[in-house]
């Protein structure tokens, strides 16, 4: 894998909705499918680590390697092999999705067991050699197989074809989950169903010396189901009887998970523990008493309230200090057990979109980030820094609007007020509640009063329950709630909002708690929003909607100050699809699916309309041959860019004669740079808004691939006859998206977010300063569900 120039600080992911997608390896590493990809996360440390679903609990190196494999929804299987998570093969032979992987080693080869909704079961040999195919083994395997009959059927493998040796049945509904365990000398199949109910098999060897005896009424016993094994010419009796029916969840129990072996005193060592999942949202810790062998409830974790729906899967920790559960929507709950108490305790846990993110924007100081998705949320992520640990992670620490739209586009008004645009025909204005303002200071080490300023913000927001707007709750209305308390239960939710957090908080928090009041509606628009921008100075905002027709794609401005619609902008033809102010919130920039873009003054005399149109391009003066999807200006508003379907990216200008703030006429904003072909149609390009150590301008550009590139431009070089664009490189495959980049944005301030929290406490503040600014982040937000966050260093381009 080769190096790369970009270092990834954060991914903001979260599961596939989907069950058999988390796995939590030996080396405490949790493997989960998010999209396309596959993601490896460390707990402890709060961040992700790369590439691999499904771990192989029984490496014969546990400690060394890690073996994964994960299914996914094309008909093949991947193996993964080697601590760099390297593909090994890909396995064909499926017609429809992946649903479920197993594996197991057999002498040197991997046994690997798959089902899909083709209806089908394939086994899969596979090797250092590259090779998967079939094969005999000299121990037998049993695979267990849940349908939608209700029943678990079991398999022998004999030759190179699966035999049906028992049916086991009892459930009354679909069996969603079956996993074994081996312990002293027998195996335990636990099987859950969507009757509510999880089955513990025990499947034990019957010796030659066993002879049937008549039954003894007197003495109460499980029934027990005998096949046969024929190996080698060796034949082998087996018994399976119930061992037990676990009854404690109230819904559909998705998954069933035993603890991990772990090795002691160089055995490696089983317990009998069981952890399950259910759609009622807990979990649940089952093991036998000692002495009475009675399975009993150990613990039992969950979350109460809120509109989701329960969890699909859970995993334990190899040591069995930790559990997490997958939700619905994605969402990994984590739990981690007190090592003082008995207690378990909600844990801070990685989060993200769980459908494309379609826009995202730094806050005008750099310090967090607010994205918006096709999930109908708008999540806000900021450095925190763990106590006792050296590392900054990133968390989401808010959802300020959850929509019954999917969401569009957003942009910052001010350092704690965004606007939103979703696929509706209306914007709205959201401020920050006091409630966020303080934690965030808590949670980030800012001072409180800083961030304050004596501004009068709402205490929080509820959302009626069945309205979609978020209203304001004043202190003064508190009082009049709890007089109410008593008589409206529901009342108790307001108060929830109130709390206060030293870290991150869990998901039934970011879901219910940290919502942000809509203080205001905009309606202006024929068809659902598109795309918006704001300007530098936090008094305009612009917006554009969806349009095939002129009459549908003005530009409409809007003012900050009463929220009220100032001027419509009427050139293109067909949907605007990015716009941009410059820096110095003179020019306002629109790019359209016409294949044109429109530049726009601000009016220094009071008595003109705000804005008019100052250059364009046209049919017969256009570059880009297909739609225009983005565009940035550059940090001294001299010139702007544009990147297009057609993969060319292309800088225009200049825009104001040099050294001065004189703008150049219409007609001499041209093509100044070489066109670029970057192979792949361009989907994000901006501006970084620092310059490099020569003067010359940092771009990023991303792709309709997922690949994000790094170019120097320099005008000066196209002038004197050079080459002026230089390849910087860009982000390698482990570190690309995986699908189309829809948005990419420089922090605007140079250093890396969060380094304040890290060296706060730290000597030499000086040369920390001059080290952390010859550091620029940037932000990505793609189709693959995912958000990015990379740091880069200038000295090294």
């Not at 190096?3 to 390896?25: K, R």
């Not at 709402?458 to 308390?485: H, M, R, W």
């Not at 008595?607 to 041959?625: D, I, Q, R, V």
Request: glycine share 8%; aromatic share 8%; with cysteine.
């Amino acid at each position: 894998m080769s190096a790369s120039i970009c270092q990834a600080c954060h991914v903001a992911c979260c599961a596939n909705g989907t069950p058999n997608v988390v796995s939590w390896g030996h080396g405490g590493i949790i493997a989960f499918g998010t999209c396309s990809s596959v993601a490896l996360y460390d707990p402890k440390v709060g961040r992700l680590e790369g590439g691999g679903v499904r771990f192989n609990l029984r490496s014969p190196s546990l400690l060394e390697s890690i073996h994964a494999l994960y299914g996914v929804s094309h008909g093949l299987n991947r193996c993964m092999f080697s601590s760099q998570f390297a593909k090994l093969m890909e396995l064909k032979g499926h017609t429809e999705a992946v649903c479920a992987v197993d594996s197991v080693y057999m002498d040197s080869d991997i046994l690997v067991a798959s089902s899909a909704s083709d209806s089908s079961v394939k086994l899969w040999l596979c090797n250092d050699r590259k090779e998967g195919k079939s094969s005999v083994f000299r121990t037998v395997p049993i695979l267990a197989c849940g349908g939608d009959d209700s029943q678990v059927h079991l398999y022998l493998l004999h030759g190179e074809r699966l035999q049906k040796a028992m049916t086991l049945k009892g459930h009354e509904d679909w069996v969603r989950g079956v996993e074994w365990v081996s312990t002293r000398g027998e195996l335990l199949l636990a099987s859950c169903s969507q009757d509510s109910l999880i089955r513990v098999w025990r499947l034990t060897a019957k010796s030659s010396t066993d002879t049937p005896t008549e039954d003894d009424h007197a003495i109460i016993k499980m029934k027990e189901d005998v096949f046969e094994v024929d190996d080698e010419g060796t034949s082998s009796v087996f018994s399976v009887s119930l061992e037990t029916v676990l009854a404690g969840h109230e819904n559909w129990v998705c998954g069933v998970h035993w603890q991990p072996p772990v090795y002691k005193d160089d055995e490696l060592q089983q317990s009998a523990r069981l952890l399950s999942a259910s759609m009622d949202k807990t979990m649940i810790i089952w093991a036998p008493e000692d002495g009475s062998g009675v399975w009993v409830e150990q613990v039992r974790v969950g979350e109460v309230g809120g509109n989701t729906l329960g969890f699909y899967g859970c995993q334990m920790s190899p040591d069995g200090s930790m559990i997490v559960a997958h939700a619905f929507h994605g969402a990994l709950h984590l739990w981690c057990k007190d090592p003082n108490k008995e207690d378990w305790r909600p844990g801070v846990v990685i989060s993200g979109h769980f459908k494309a993110v379609q826009d995202l924007s730094w806050d005008p100081e750099g310090e967090f980030i607010l994205s918006v998705g096709s999930d109908q949320t708008t999540r806000l992520f900021t450095p925190w820094k763990k106590q006792g640990n050296k590392q900054v992670t990133w968390h989401e620490i808010s959802r300020p609007q959850i929509h019954g739209y999917d969401m569009q586009c957003l942009a910052m008004v001010g350092r704690f007020q965004f606007v939103s645009g979703a696929d509706e025909k209306v914007l709205r204005v959201f401020q920050a509640p006091r409630n966020f303002v303080e934690n965030f200071a808590n949670i980030t080490g800012t001072s409180k009063e800083k961030l304050l300023d004596s501004v009068n913000l709402p205490e929080g927001a509820s959302t009626p329950a069945l309205g979609l707007s978020n209203k304001a709750v004043f202190q003064g209305n508190i009082s009049g709630y709890k007089i109410l308390l008593h008589a409206f239960c529901s009342v108790i939710n307001l108060f929830i909002f109130l709390n206060v957090f030293t870290e991150p908080p869990p998901e039934d928090h970011l879901l219910q708690n940290t919502l942000w009041p809509e203080i205001q509606k905009l309606y202006g628009h024929g068809f659902e929003i598109f795309c918006l921008a704001s300007d530098s100075t936090g008094t305009l905002v612009a917006s554009a909607c969806k349009a095939s027709k002129a009459e549908h794609a003005a530009v409409i401005l809007w003012s900050t100050s009463t929220w009220r619609q100032l001027q419509m902008l009427p050139y293109h033809t067909l949907t605007v699809t990015q716009m941009a102010f410059s820096p110095d919130a003179q020019l306002l920039l629109a790019v359209s699916r016409d294949r044109t873009w429109s530049l726009w003054r601000r009016s220094q005399e009071s008595t003109e309309p705000p804005f008019s149109l100052y250059a364009h391009t046209g049919k017969e003066t256009a570059m880009h041959t297909r739609i225009i999807w983005s565009c940035d200006w550059s940090p001294d508003s001299k010139y702007f860019v544009t990147s297009s379907r057609d993969k060319r990216v292309i800088v225009w200008g200049p825009c104001r004669r040099d050294g001065s703030e004189e703008m150049v006429p219409p007609a001499d904003i041209r093509p100044c740079s070489t066109i670029l072909d970057v192979g792949n149609s361009a989907t994000a390009v901006a501006f970084c808004p620092e310059l490099c150590s020569d003067n010359s301008y940092l771009l990023a550009v991303g792709l309709d691939c997922g690949q994000i590139l790094l170019y120097r431009w320099s005008p000066n070089q196209k002038e004197s006859g050079g080459d002026d664009w230089i390849s910087c490189g860009g982000t390698n495959a482990s570190q690309s998206h995986t699908l189309a980049v829809k948005r990419l944005r420089w922090r605007p301030k140079a250093g890396r977010a969060g380094a304040q929290i890290s060296d706060k406490d730290a000597e030499g503040d000086r040369e920390r300063e001059l080290e952390e600014s010859s550091w620029v982040q940037f932000a990505s937000a793609s189709d693959d569900h995912a958000v990015k966050i990379f740091s880069i260093n200038k000295l090294t381009l």
